[in-house]
């Protein structure tokens, strides 16, 4: 994904697009679309339109968490510039005349930009007149010699005292008390009027198509991850996951049903992936860049999709962009991460599962056996040298697990709770123990 433009009343798509030719464009935001927008892999986020009523609102934290991402977001016309004046000192970059004055203070209230419109089957087609246009309109008005300052106030008067949704000229005309210069004021309307909010918007996206750095503000400060924050990202990703579920995805899960051993252990794996993640996400454990290419090495040897074309086309077969492709193996690393953390505390309960599944008594023999068989001989001192180390790793992984050996050795002890040497010490007594007794030299594995 690019650019992200939330818009709807105040400019078309079509508009947005015409500057931004590769940009997203999608509906007024709401509370947690722009989490969503970032999950997704945008780029840039601008902000346009964003619901005042009727939806939550879109959360100040959410454009706070997105700018620390590294995430350039803009606002302007409407939501995005109340937004804007709120969080600019954080890094958030305010574009157009009523950014300014909502900034500057001179204008405060939120019903300045509301308008009541159609809704998304008609295109966001506003139906009432924003004050903020009003007023530029006004202001024109008197530059032209339409109005005179007396006037310009009555008519801003008239128009303040109305509920947003009732705004419209025709209303303000007829609320204003009868005066010799309204049916000028009303022929010059036809095309002396202003719409300030799409003049905002347009600087904006000229802005944003002009950026050559991600964001031209201070970069986003680290933001404290709440119980309100939290509650926040679990209602996005419920519902991203509720959307995400189409019937072609509910399909291949009634195929999965129809092999109930299948089922229960990807089922079981699911739900690993799950508190992983929340773990995750509570302990704000991150996964840096190296990881996710880590991810992205292993899972395309793992199912041979080193040329490109190849990677599209499994890409193609599971229903996945390359952004939601990233942001598989971005949770991946990040559930990794979570897993490392806590490993020592798992020890315990992969303990019991071994003992549930029936395996820790066949697991005890062997190691009382090794033991036994490798006690009073001699072990080589020292970790294992580079020489050494690659006749082990070939033995382990091609003779005995009958696959390649892993790229980074590190991070695949690391997987099983060792250090490299750790690791290399452990194989190392397995190929000693399977030399003297000429025995299976790996336990069996269902993986």
């Not at 009634?254 to 794996?269: G, S, V």
Request: one cysteine or more; proline letters at 4%.
């Amino acid at each position: 994904m690019s650019a992200v433009v939330f818009a709807g009343p105040t400019i078309r798509a079509a508009d947005v697009v015409a500057v931004l030719p590769d940009a997203d464009v999608l509906p007024p935001a709401g509370q947690g679309d722009i989490y969503r927008a970032v999950r997704h892999g945008a780029c840039a986020i601008g902000l346009i339109d964003g619901y005042f009523e009727g939806v939550p609102s879109v959360w100040h934290k959410e454009i706070l968490w997105a700018m620390e991402q590294g995430i350039a977001v803009y606002g302007s016309a409407s939501m995005g510039a109340l937004r804007a004046a709120e969080l600019s000192a954080f890094g958030m970059v305010g574009v157009g005349r009523i950014y300014e004055a909502y900034a500057s203070g001179n204008i405060m209230d939120d019903d300045e930009v509301a308008v009541l419109h159609s809704p998304a089957e008609l295109g966001y087609a506003p139906l009432s007149e924003p004050m903020v246009s009003i007023r530029a309109t006004v202001e024109h008005a008197i530059s032209c010699a339409v109005l005179n300052t007396a006037q310009a106030s009555a008519v801003l008067k008239t128009a303040k005292a109305l509920f947003y949704q009732q705004r419209s000229w025709a209303q303000i005309l007829a609320d204003v008390a009868a005066a010799p210069w309204l049916d000028r004021f009303a022929a010059w309307l036809e095309t002396g009027a202003v719409d300030a909010k799409r003049t905002d918007a347009q600087e904006m996206l000229h802005r944003m198509a002009a950026a050559e750095a991600p964001a031209d503000g201070p970069a986003g400060e680290r933001m404290e991850r709440t119980l309100a924050w939290q509650g926040l990202v679990r209602r996005a990703e419920a519902l991203e996951q509720e959307q995400a579920l189409q019937a072609p995805d509910q399909r291949v899960l009634d195929e999965l049903r129809l092999a109930p051993a299948r089922f229960d252990a990807l089922l079981n794996r699911a739900a690993l992936r799950f508190v992983q993640l929340q773990t995750a996400r509570r302990t704000d454990a991150q996964a840096g860049r190296e990881a996710v290419l880590a991810q992205l090495n292993r899972h395309r040897q793992a199912n041979g999709l080193l040329r490109s074309k190849d990677l599209q086309a499994w890409l193609d077969a599971n229903g996945l962009t390359v952004a939601q492709y990233e942001t598989v193996l971005q949770e991946t690393a990040q559930a990794a991460a979570a897993a490392d953390a806590v490993q020592e505390e798992l020890q315990t309960y992969l303990l019991a599962e071994l003992r549930l599944a029936g395996a820790y008594a066949g697991l005890k023999s062997r190691a009382e056996a090794k033991e036994q068989q490798l006690a009073g001989h001699a072990q080589p001192d020292g970790p294992a040298g580079q020489a050494e180390r690659l006749q082990l790793a070939a033995w382990h992984f091609e003779t005995c697990l009958r696959q390649d050996i892993p790229a980074d050795l590190e991070a695949h002890a690391a997987s099983i709770g060792l250090s490299v040497e750790e690791f290399f010490a452990l194989i190392r007594r397995e190929l000693m123990y399977h030399q003297r007794c000429r025995t299976r030299p790996e336990p069996d594995s269902n993986d």
